[in-house]
């Protein structure tokens, strides 16, 4: 499956971005879709999740309310809203996505064998 990750940028303190990943390449019917972050220094950060079928998310310590994700399933899109920015979540942003993952395992980078490219989101005034 191949996922490519769209709609960073920059934006103030307190505003809000969407992010997309568009899934190709094969049905992801039985995937859980998840974004991860990373910034300069840091390892990567497990921000959200959804599986595909059923729709049962994941989030990240701290991170529910701030950010939700979500799926449009006739788009093959999950999303990320993200609202009340913070310059601490500048990082890039990676959607990833694996089958058969139970849900301890969300939050676990190294359960992921796809990856997007990456979108670069800054939060700065």
């Known amino acids: 499956v191949q996922l490519q990750a769209s709609g960073g940028g920059w934006v103030q303190p307190g505003g809000s971005l969407r992010l997309s990943c568009v899934a190709s390449?094969?049905?992801?019917?039985?995937?859980?879709m998840s974004w991860f972050r990373q910034a300069p220094g840091k390892e990567r950060e497990f921000v959200a999740g959804?599986?595909?079928?059923?729709?049962?998310?994941k989030y990240g310590d701290s991170l529910k309310g701030q950010f939700t994700i979500s799926r449009d399933i006739t788009k093959n899109t999950v999303y990320l809203q993200m609202n009340s920015l913070k310059p601490e979540d500048t990082a890039i942003y990676y959607c990833?996505?694996?089958?058969?993952?139970?849900?301890?395992?969300?939050?676990?980078?190294?359960?992921?064998?796809?990856w997007g490219q990456g979108t670069q989101v800054t939060v700065s005034s």
């Open positions: 390449g094969r049905t992801i019917s039985g995937y859980v």
């Open positions: 959804m599986r595909w079928t059923g729709g049962t998310t």
């Open positions: 990833a996505a694996q089958s058969g993952l139970i849900y301890s395992m969300f939050d676990i980078p190294s359960s992921y064998g796809h």
